[in-house]
């Protein structure tokens, strides 16, 4: 790949239904979008463990992964994402059936630093994340 993957990523404090903010109990979550028509590769996909995806201190990192504008994802990105040692959970929302099937494709992996699962609501994968987020 001859250029960085732009993609965005932020730290987020999960909401209740009712709008409140719970900081969850045992670290973070880090939710990550890409840009329209993005290919995730293997590269990229290492890329966000360098930027993104490692904690600043021990504490585990959970990561909603939003899969609506990815194009396509390669075995080698999904070999690199699912053995990232600081996620502790992954939940990939998405909303159309493309997003389902590059989702399926993703956790046919192992994931091997905590459980992955998609999601087709984000209220209910936060709710997930936050529940998963100390599972090792």
Excluded: C
């Amino acid at each position: 790949m001859s250029e960085s993957l732009a993609f965005s990523a932020t730290v987020l404090a999960p909401q209740e239904q009712d709008g409140s903010k719970v900081a969850p109990p045992h670290g973070e979550i880090v939710r990550i979008g890409f840009p329209v028509n993005t290919h995730l590769d293997g590269e990229s996909a290492a890329g966000l463990i360098e930027q993104e995806i490692r904690p600043a201190d021990a504490r585990p990192v959970a990561v909603l992964l939003q899969l609506s504008n990815l194009s396509s994802v390669s075995r080698a990105a999904r070999t690199v994402l699912s053995a990232i040692p600081s996620v502790a959970a992954w939940a990939l929302l998405g909303q159309s059936p493309v997003d389902r099937v590059l989702a399926h494709f993703i956790l046919g992996a192992e994931f091997t630093s905590g459980p992955a699962r998609y999601f087709g609501s984000e209220i209910d994968a936060l709710r997930w994340l936050k529940e998963n987020i100390h599972v090792r």
